[in-house]
């Protein structure tokens, strides 16, 4: 079992910088690729960001490629996404997931364990 925590969302001007936090529970963390995912009203939830287990590979949606950064640290047990020139168009509820295993997955349908969500709104 993993439990997950977001937090860091907010409100932030078009061009502002977020970073997200997601703290898990449970030992198996460092053996689950990590993603990130977010879901706007009325619309799907949309993969963001993934990370392995390792943390070496990572993968991002086309929308988000060169602003936004997936890490993790494995001693803490935490994974992050730093967010940059945000756009009023990256409003959503954001969420963390855990991955069945240890490499990187696009697919909801890949992820285990999902967090609560955490609000970011971009304002233009």
């Known amino acids: 079992q993993v439990q997950l925590v977001e937090s860091g969302g907010g409100l932030v001007q078009a061009g502002g910088s977020l970073r997200l936090s997601c703290a898990a529970s449970?030992?198996?963390?460092?053996?689950?690729?990590m993603g990130w995912f977010r879901q706007a009203p009325g619309k799907e939830r949309d993969f963001v960001a993934t990370?392995?287990?390792?943390?070496?590979?990572?993968r991002y949606a086309d929308s988000v490629k060169g602003r936004f950064t997936i890490s993790r640290d494995n001693a803490k047990n935490t994974v992050y996404l730093q967010m940059n020139s945000l756009k009023p168009e990256d409003t959503a509820l954001y969420y963390c997931?855990?991955?069945?295993?240890?490499?990187?997955?696009?697919?909801?349908?890949?992820?285990?364990?999902w967090g609560q969500g955490t609000q970011v709104t971009v304002s233009s």
């Open positions: 990370i392995s287990m390792s943390g070496v590979n990572t």
């Open positions: 997931a855990a991955g069945w295993g240890g490499s990187t997955q696009y697919d909801v349908n890949s992820y285990a364990y």
């Open positions: 449970g030992r198996t963390f460092r053996y689950n690729a």
